[in-house]
């Protein structure tokens, strides 16, 4: 029973919410990682992609349910995506065309694109804002959890609860079957293999025929979606707020960084580590040990919670000072 | 700086002949930032204090009053820096209503505040640390330091039934010396504190502290942060978590925002802040609600009450030279003279002018104490059936 508990309370604080934050941020630094070997170079703009295409979201869900639409016990807004995503590429579209092309055209080395990029995040950061505003926003409806705490324990009778929210639920399915989708498409079509071999070699690629155009296309419209569904995953599960979307490229960095930029293997393992590793080091596992049969002295923290950002920076440099290419061999250029 | 003393010369000289002269009362608040949801009811109180003594006529021998607001966004100490010297140099204020947050109004108070001579009245900087600022004189606040706040908060959960706590703190000024002044007062008074862990505002995600403060356990969890920050953040976490569900709530958390968010999952929450009843806060709230904004809303009534303080001591110092009527301010406050209510500006106007100690009570029942700031009551409230209810005072 104890060992039950034990197990319990580590579900529910660290398994649950690290693997939900962990989906998150995979799915961001997919979107990171894409554009970083395909197109090559870092889209500091991405954070605000997922607020923008998130803000989209919001706007058309309220739409939505002021026609009086609903999904049951799930959130309006995964009807809401599709469109929102397509409004957002629409937009990731036009801003290749009037800024990055050139650069491309030019031949610009990777850092003068990126400090465009860093541009095109401030115009986007206050696209967002007289857009929607910089209030905090909740835009979750339908059933709050699959299983709540009182369920729970009336359930087990065990004293330890467990909260399944349904956002965290929809998070990891919707995750799941994105990365599912975006290995399929890259492994088994044509147009997902022109877009490998162009990341490989880009002048091989255009010698086998090859059109770029249609690559730098595809490329930006699935980094894009990727980048809205975290966005409003991330929001459905917390809570939407213009800032910290500016806040969360930090940790998406990290992600896409210690998994090796390029690789989208490495972006999923990545943004898991870096989740798993924040909750669980600064976790006391006091209880647990109580549970187990021990009786700690003190609240066997490793780490106090304040330096929850130190740790994925320092697994960030140790992973650049030992394997510089990232966990999952991405590329640097 | 020539033209700042050159203006500062022509203001005292004006003032001191007599002359009916525009003057100029700067706010201070954090429009954008941590607490933007109760910034613009603050506003609005000083603005009130500011027409009240515009109706009248009296003030300085008829001179008008206006207000400039200055975005300080309470959390950034450089961009409050900026927007306090706006509104010296720019804007040409008589005086500051101001600032806001703690750690904010001590780096413009030590840095445009003091340097340039100029009175700030701070509604809400409640740290402790404020009370030993090399001030110059220049400082005051109606509203008391957290080191009271952190009995009454500790009496209040000791009260209710908590006998061990958990604490989550802002991790600044404000922040970290109320929660070391509750969980020193708590410990005092036989209570058990099992963590105190400080959070970080705007972050992405905030299960590692939920998790954290679940381990550590307790009967309650202080809240100690902003409502519309990760103070709300954590109980949402914690909340969900089934960690927690009772919370204890200071004054950066008691605010309407909390209510929308939570609701009915507050009904076993309780908190404080600080704020006054009588007949002084009843007129005030009346005065508000006419006016069209939420009296009641934290830190209104005491930003009314720095505002027309500022307004009353130019009064009784004859000038709106900041120099010179700092020294008025703690006697307009403070007894002997005749009580002074909110909504009475323009009967106290006339008295002064006519040569009568006042005694200015106002909204929340002003009382400063050395070296300028309010004595300190506060309301306790709770969230039973799904609405904030004052359910008494301290």
């Known amino acids: ?333 | 700086m020539k033209k700042l003393m050159l203006a500062t010369a022509a203001i005292a000289l004006g003032a001191g002949g007599a002359f009916a002269e525009d003057v100029k009362i700067g706010l201070s608040l954090g429009f954008t930032g941590p607490l933007e949801s109760m910034s613009p009811n603050m506003a609005k109180g000083a603005e009130m204090a500011i027409e009240e003594a515009n109706a009248s006529g009296k003030f300085l021998n008829g001179s008008k009053v206006t207000a400039a607001r200055a975005d300080n966004t309470c959390a950034d100490a450089a961009a409050a820096v900026a927007a306090v010297e706006r509104l010296v140099t720019a804007e040409k204020v008589n005086g500051i209503m101001g600032g806001m947050c703690s750690g904010e109004t001590i780096a413009s108070l030590e840095r445009v505040g003091v340097p340039n001579g100029m009175v700030m009245i701070s509604p809400s900087a409640t740290s402790p640390a404020l009370t030993d600022l090399e001030d110059g004189g220049f400082f005051f606040r109606t509203s008391p330091s957290d080191a009271r706040q952190g009995e009454v908060m500790a009496d209040i959960a000791l009260e209710r039934g908590a006998k061990s706590v958990a604490i989550t703190h802002t991790n600044n000024d404000y922040g970290k010396g109320l929660a070391e002044s509750f969980k020193s007062a708590f410990e005092a008074k036989g209570g058990t504190v099992t963590m105190l862990q400080a959070h970080d505002d705007g972050k992405a995600d905030y299960s590692a502290e939920v998790a954290a403060l679940a381990a550590a356990g307790g009967d309650a969890l202080a809240v100690v942060g902003y409502v519309d920050q990760g103070g709300s953040g954590i109980m949402r976490g914690a909340l969900d978590a089934g960690a927690f569900d009772t919370f204890i709530l200071p004054d950066g958390m008691v605010a309407q925002g909390l209510v929308d968010r939570f609701g009915a999952e507050l009904e076993t929450s309780f908190g404080q802040n600080p704020s006054s009843e009588g007949e002084g806060r009843t007129k005030f709230n009346d005065l508000a609600t006419a006016a069209g904004f939420d009296g009641t809303s934290a830190f209104a009534g005491e930003s009314y009450d720095a505002a027309a303080l500022i307004l009353l001591a130019m009064q009784a110092a004859g000038s709106a030279d900041p120099r010179v009527y700092k020294d008025k301010v703690m006697d307009v406050a403070n007894a002997p003279g005749e009580k002074i209510s909110a909504g009475e500006i323009g009967r106290a106007l006339e008295l002064i002018a006519a040569g009568t100690d006042i005694d200015y009570d106002g909204a929340s029942a002003v009382e400063l104490v050395e070296p300028g700031e309010s004595a300190g009551t506060y309301r306790e409230v709770d969230f039973k059936g799904g609405q904030m209810n004052v359910v008494g005072m301290r």
């Open chain 1, 1 to 333: 029973m104890d060992i039950l508990n034990a197990l319990v309370a580590i579900l529910n604080f660290v398994v649950i919410p690290a693997a939900a934050y962990g989906a998150q941020l995979a799915l961001g630094a997919l979107g990171v990682t894409l554009i970083y070997g395909i197109l090559r170079f870092s889209n500091f703009a991405h954070g605000d992609t997922m607020a923008f295409g998130t803000a989209i979201v919001i706007l058309l869900t309220w739409g939505l349910q002021s026609l009086g639409v609903s999904l049951g016990p799930l959130p309006t807004a995964l009807l809401a995506l599709p469109l929102g995503i397509a409004l957002t590429a629409l937009l990731a579209l036009l801003t290749d065309r009037w800024v990055y092309r050139h650069y491309r055209q030019v031949r610009a080395a990777p850092i003068v694109v990126v400090m465009a990029s860093v541009g095109v995040m401030f115009v986007m950061n206050g696209l967002t804002r007289l857009v929607i505003g910089v209030d905090e926003i909740q835009f979750a409806d339908g059933a709050r959890f699959v299983i709540s705490v009182p369920q729970f324990k009336a359930m087990t009778g065990l004293t330890e609860g467990l909260a399944l929210r349904t956002t965290q639920a929809i998070t990891l399915a919707i995750a799941a079957l994105s990365v599912w989708a975006l290995f399929a498409f890259m492994n088994r079509t044509r147009a997902g293999k022109a877009m490998r071999a162009y990341a490989d070699n880009e002048d091989l690629a255009l010698l086998s025929g090859i059109d770029p155009d249609r690559v730098v296309r595809l490329t930006w419209i699935i980094a894009t979606g990727l980048a809205v569904l975290a966005g409003t995953l991330y929001g459905l599960d917390k809570s939407f707020k213009a800032f910290n979307y500016f806040q969360i490229l930090l940790p998406v960095f990290a992600a896409a960084i210690v998994g090796g930029l390029g690789s989208p293997l490495g972006a999923i393992a990545g943004g898991f580590l870096i989740a798993f590793s924040e909750v669980a080091l600064t976790y006391p596992w006091k209880k647990i040990a109580e549970y187990l049969g021990f009786e700690p002295a003190g609240l066997l923290q490793m780490l106090g919670t304040e330096y929850k950002l130190a740790i994925s920076f320092v697994i960030l440099i140790v992973v650049l000072l030992v394997r510089p290419t990232g966990l999952f061999r991405g590329k640097a250029y």
